[in-house]
């Protein structure tokens, strides 16, 4: 069996050491992921050395592009957006590694040519034929493209392929696999989520496809586990009778930039909480794993899905509120609202913020609120987790007036500024007795100096690893799309509700804080 992420972990490894050849197969190679993340994170697992040996990375695409002319698409797209800088002569080793194909699946075209160039550079460099198809295309081409891929021959379907199986060790002579690497959104709801996993389904096995939830791949996220089951000191306290509140927050000062076309038919709900932040949720209040197989800490993740309280569509206007920004200003500069960005309908109902209450109906959270809320053009990007606890009895501290203490909190900042810290009461010097919060704070940056990997570098290379702790299995996609279907159906019915707004660069709508405050707590400014 592939090692697990969190296996390398627990003996000091940082990453996984991919020795078998592989060939990387980018749909989209000429696209803004492949420009703006995947080419960038390639040239830095290179700079790291953690590229297997022998590989080759294949963009695809409509363009008719020469090798070369790929070359320089991907040094600008590197010199841009890299994490670290450009370096003359390890990008020259790294471009000998990249190539193009001109191929089509739109209006009747075939993938004949890719095979035969993929034959072709893997003949050349050595290459066993290991190939992980890369879906960085618009959902609609999932599909085809993944039909094409059977009708030419490149995969076969699963239940005839004697290249089906994952090669069971690491070795050179095992056979040669093909991977599927899919890009969120998959569907943009139950049914389609499904008929896509269903097509997919017919040409991969369930062990071949990587479903991307990028989140996972952030060093912070990963560090949950850690955290969690690494220290004795948290876990006896992560439950119902310690923990009065968990807030989510995935805040984003941009807006919806050049995505419009994209985002319209997706907003808020579908965009970030049925997939980041149910993620996020999972990994705070999951069981601890018996093991840490993929599959166990899938397992256990998926037991949170599948226990949380359905918000039915009568409970929807209660527990969740939507908005969308309006003009206002980012940074002192004036900003235009949702509705006047270009490609956004001028009557667009779309979402650009959510805030909900949730509860997880298991014996260790039962009762505890969950705040999970999300939006673009918000006053700066933050991303956190904070755990409330229970504030304590006010007998001797806590008195006067009641309730006179910060209860602590544990936040982990998941970006920017990665951390956690826990906030703790204690007297300040001096006769009397006063009691002030001080914080006991850990960041990334001053304890760990470099830069933490980009979470493309760490997914890439987990792929090529074989290892799917970090990646969406279907059960997991499915069950979080049908949670949150209710609250899309109450909304499709509310069509003519009015549509809260809040300015651009405001922590969101006044609904959010009427969510929250009649709880008697309040949202947390990251
Ligand atoms: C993507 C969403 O999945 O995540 C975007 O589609 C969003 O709308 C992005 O901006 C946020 O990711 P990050 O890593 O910048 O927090």
């Not at 650009?352 to 039962?366: E, G, P």
Request: proline share 8%.
């Amino acid at each position: 069996m592939p090692e697990s992420l969190f296996d390398r972990l627990a003996v000091g490894q940082t990453a996984p050491i991919v020795t078998e050849p592989v060939t990387l197969v980018i749909f989209g190679g000429v696209g803004d992921l492949a420009h703006r993340k995947l080419l960038p994170a390639l040239y830095n697992l290179h700079l790291d050395g953690l590229l297997p040996p022998r590989f080759a990375a294949v963009g695809v695409g409509r363009k008719v592009l020469s090798d070369e002319s790929y070359r320089d698409f991907a040094k600008d797209g590197v010199t841009e957006f890299s994490r670290r800088p450009f370096d003359g002569a390890a990008w020259q080793r790294f471009a000998e590694m990249l190539f193009f194909v001109n191929a089509s699946i739109e209006e009747g075209g075939t993938l004949a040519p890719l095979g035969a160039r993929l034959d072709i550079i893997e003949h050349d460099r050595g290459l066993p034929g290991n190939r992980i198809y890369y879906l960085a295309v618009p959902p609609s081409l999932f599909v085809p493209t993944v039909k094409q891929l059977a009708a030419t021959g490149l995969v076969a379907p699963p239940s005839t392929s004697s290249r089906r199986q994952e090669p069971v060790t690491t070795e050179t002579n095992a056979p040669p696999f093909p991977r599927l690497i899919v890009e969120k959104p998959i569907g943009r709801d139950l049914a389609s989520a499904c008929a896509i996993n269903d097509a997919i389904a017919e040409v991969f096995s369930e062990r071949q496809i990587y479903r991307i939830d990028h989140y996972l791949g952030k060093e912070t996220v990963q560090n949950i586990l850690v955290l969690r089951f690494a220290n004795s000191i948290f876990e006896p306290l992560f439950n119902q009778k310690y923990i009065d509140h968990v807030q989510i927050t995935v805040a984003e000062e941009e807006g919806v930039g050049t995505r419009a076309g994209y985002y319209e038919q997706a907003g808020a709900l579908r965009d970030m909480v049925q997939n980041h932040l149910l993620q996020l949720l999972a990994l705070v209040t999951m069981e601890p794993p018996y093991s840490l197989d993929a599959d166990v800490i899938r397992d256990e993740k998926l037991e949170v899905l599948r226990s949380l309280q359905p918000i039915d569509r009568t409970a929807v206007v209660k527990q969740v509120v939507r908005a969308q920004y309006a003009a206002g200003y980012e940074i002192g500069a004036a900003v235009p609202g949702y509705r006047d960005e270009p490609g956004v309908a001028k009557d667009s109902r779309t979402e650009t913020f959510v805030a909900l209450k949730a509860f997880i109906d298991n014996w260790r959270w039962a009762g505890v609120p969950f705040f999970l809320r999300t939006g673009k053009r918000l006053p700066k990007r933050a991303s956190e987790i904070s755990i409330h606890l229970k504030e304590v009895p006010p007998i001797l501290f806590n008195r006067t007036p009641p309730g006179s203490l910060d209860p602590n909190v544990l936040s982990i900042r998941i970006q920017p500024d990665e951390g956690f810290a826990l906030t703790i009461s204690s007297k300040v010097p001096g006769p009397r007795v006063r009691i002030y919060p001080v914080k006991m704070d850990f960041r990334y940056s001053s304890t760990f100096g470099a830069t933490s990997p980009e979470a493309y570098e760490r997914l890439l290379l987990d792929v090529m690893a074989g290892d799917a702790t970090l990646f969406m299995r279907r059960d997991a996609v499915e069950t979080a799309w049908r949670w949150v279907m209710p609250i899309l159906e109450a909304w499709s019915e509310q069509a003519d509700a009015p549509l809260p707004t809040y300015a651009a660069g405001e922590w969101g709508p006044i609904e959010a804080e009427r969510l929250i405050e009649p709880t008697g707590r309040q949202w947390r400014q990251p």
